[in-house]
Structure formats: C-alpha cells, structure tokens
C-alpha cells in the first residue's frame, strides 16, 4: 500500500469567515504557526472519552506490550525467518488481498466454517474484514491507534460468540528525537480485552456498505447513503462529504490530489482507502479527487469526537496566498511530516501551471 504523511499545520476558524478568508492567507498572516506537543491523554481520560459500544475487561494473564512489541520485531529476528514470516503472511492472507488489495495491512485471522474474518488496520484506524460466501464487508472500530494497541500475538480467537474481541494494551503516542514525523508508543496499561458486540460493529443503518461507527467516526451522514445529495452513494462517491463543482480553484486542487496519488491504480475500487485533510476551504471541498477524500473542520469543536483525537490527517495542502502584482498566480505549502514543500502555481489559457520549489526538512 502507498503510505503518504503530510505535516498538519495549525488552523484558526471562526464563524464568521468567508470564503476568502477560508481560502486564502495574507502576507502578514503567511507564517506555518508554532509547533505544539499533544499532551498524551492519561488512562483515566481514554477510559472517559470512550465510545459507548466498547467494553473493556481486565486481564489476569496477559502479553505485555513491551513483550509483544519486541518480540515480534522483525528487526530482530534473521533474514530467512523475516522471509518465512512474510512467505506465511502472503498466504494466509491471499483472499483479502484479493478482494480488498492495497487497501489493509492484515493482523489477526480467524475462520469460522465458511467464513474469514481478519483484523486489519490502515491509515484511518482499524478495521474488522469479513469474506462471506465471497462477498466481502469491512467494518470500521472507531478505536484510535493514538490510544490502543492490539497485540500482535492473540492468545485468544477474535470472534467469540456475539462479540469481537482483541488483547491489548492502553498506550500512549511519544515523538523520537532526531527522528521528524516519527511516532513510537508506549504501554500507559497492560493486560486489557477490548469487546465490541458484533451487532453494533456491523449496524449499516443507510445501507450504504459504510458502518455506522465508521460514518460517525468521519463525519458522514449513517442515516443516508447519500449524505452530499449528489446522487452519488457514500460508498462510490469519490468525494462523499461535499459536491463536486469545476472552477479553477478546485481543478487546482484535483491536480494535487492526483500528483500525490500518482502510481495508485483503479482508484475507485478502493472504498477503505482515504486521504484525509484538515481544512475547511470551499474550493478544496469542491474537488472531484483521483482518490476518495475526506475532509475535518479546522475548529477542533466541529470535529468529530474520533477525528479530535486520531491523527488520520497526516496530509497538509496550506491555504493560498495571492501574487501581489500578478492575479493568476497563488503560493501554498504542501507538507509531510519530515518535509515541507513550498509550491506556486500560475493560471493561464484555462490551466494550471504547478512549480515545486526546494523543500526542507521539519
């Protein structure tokens, strides 16, 4: 799977703004904003803010995270076994890859009779797929990998009964030194069986093939399979949370979208993949992109609870800043974690004409 990581830069929002003011920055303004550290959350603030579907069990006998972490390293381990591991993982895998190829990093397996069932993860959070009688669903967990850590090893099956379930561990995210963009993590509480009763994890109340934790979780509409009304359903709009609209501003954004999702082929057949932004310009939420979008309000009130504490919006495109002396030309940033690129792009005979300049390292 192609792994992009843009850098989130700072946003201020108010009511009040309109679209120029959504859109664009001023010179005196043009500044990226000061870097500031999320304080991690304590157990006792993940405990509050959970959602209401998730049970959590102590466990008596448990894997550590430190155990699991390491032991399962594969930098640790000889080039033969890294091999044998990755030769079993094809494997056992091979059908959801066939049906949900590029979109998941597969971590835990479980046949029940005639159907599969495999814990995956990708850049939005985690997932439970499901391959029954050749048709595959996923369903979203709305748990932020910021906050829980499922272990590698599963003493137990993840499907029991009426519930899924999943060993773990509380942790917290903690920044390396030297290393920009990197995020390791840290055990905060060992020994915990996250449960989700399978009904509420598979509850699709539109019927739309997005479960209601994953629309609630991004801002969608679970009561409507259509939820920008532009005929389009949720599940093969590209775009499922505004209508797309052709103006000049939003072909530029479509043209970055498409830059940076270059090499990622038959995109409309991935559905789980998205590339997530924060920013509340009328013209990027416009775009008809090459990849699905989503897109999270800049005011961290608007955001929905997951989106508040998940960083799934690790892509920047920074607001435009007008030419002085030329109208059709406007710069902006692009950014990833480690880098961040200043751009400039020029409007003219109906088209843009995009130019990269250096980048540096954050």
Not at 89 to 96: A, G, H, P, S, T
Not at 113 to 140: Q, V
Not at 296 to 305: A, L, S, V
Not at 334 to 353: F, I
């Amino acid at each position: 799977m192609k792994k992009i990581y843009w850098l989130i830069l700072p946003f201020t929002f108010s009511c009040s703004k309109n679209i120029e003011d959504r859109c664009f920055v001023y010179k005196k303004d043009n500044r990226d904003g000061d870097y500031k550290e999320e304080i991690p959350y304590t157990v006792q603030q993940i405990l509050n803010e959970k959602p209401d579907y998730l049970e959590i069990e102590n466990l008596k006998s448990y894997r550590s995270f430190k155990k699991d972490s390491t032991e399962y390293n594969f930098h640790n381990i000889s080039d033969e076994e890294s091999e044998k591991r990755v030769k079993t993982y094809k494997n056992d895998y091979k059908l959801f890859e066939k049906f949900f190829s590029d979109q998941f990093w597969y971590l835990q397996r479980q046949q029940i009779e005639n159907t599969l069932y495999s814990l995956a993860k990708n850049n939005l959070g985690y997932w439970l797929l499901k391959i029954e009688k050749n048709k595959p669903s996923a369903y979203f967990l709305g748990l932020s990998f910021s906050h829980y850590y499922f272990n590698k090893i599963q003493e137990n099956p993840i499907i029991k009964g009426d519930y899924f379930q999943i060993e773990g561990s509380l942790v917290k995210i903690v920044k390396v030194p030297g290393l920009p963009g990197y995020d390791d993590y840290s055990a905060i509480e060992d020994g915990k069986l996250f449960k989700i009763k399978l009904k509420d994890l598979i509850l699709d109340s539109d019927q739309d093939g997005y479960n209601d934790i994953f629309e609630k979780s991004f801002g969608l509409n679970p009561n409507n399979k259509d939820t920008d009304g532009d005929g389009i359903d949720d599940f093969n709009d590209m775009n499922p949370m505004y209508k797309s609209e052709k103006n000049k501003f939003s072909q530029l954004y479509d043209q970055l979208i498409q830059a940076n999702s270059s090499g990622i082929e038959n995109p409309e057949k991935l559905h789980y993949y998205f590339n997530v932004y924060i920013n509340d310009c009328d013209y990027f939420h416009q775009v008809n992109p090459y990849i699905k979008t989503l897109f999270i309000p800049e005011n961290k009130k608007e955001q929905t609870n997951y989106t508040r504490v998940t960083d799934v919006a690790r892509e920047n495109i920074s607001k435009m800043q007008k030419d002085e002396k030329n109208p059709n030309i406007f710069y902006f940033r692009v950014s990833e974690n480690s880098y961040s690129d200043g751009c400039s792009a020029e409007y003219k005979n109906g088209e843009w004409d995009i130019t990269i300049r250096q980048g540096f390292v954050i």
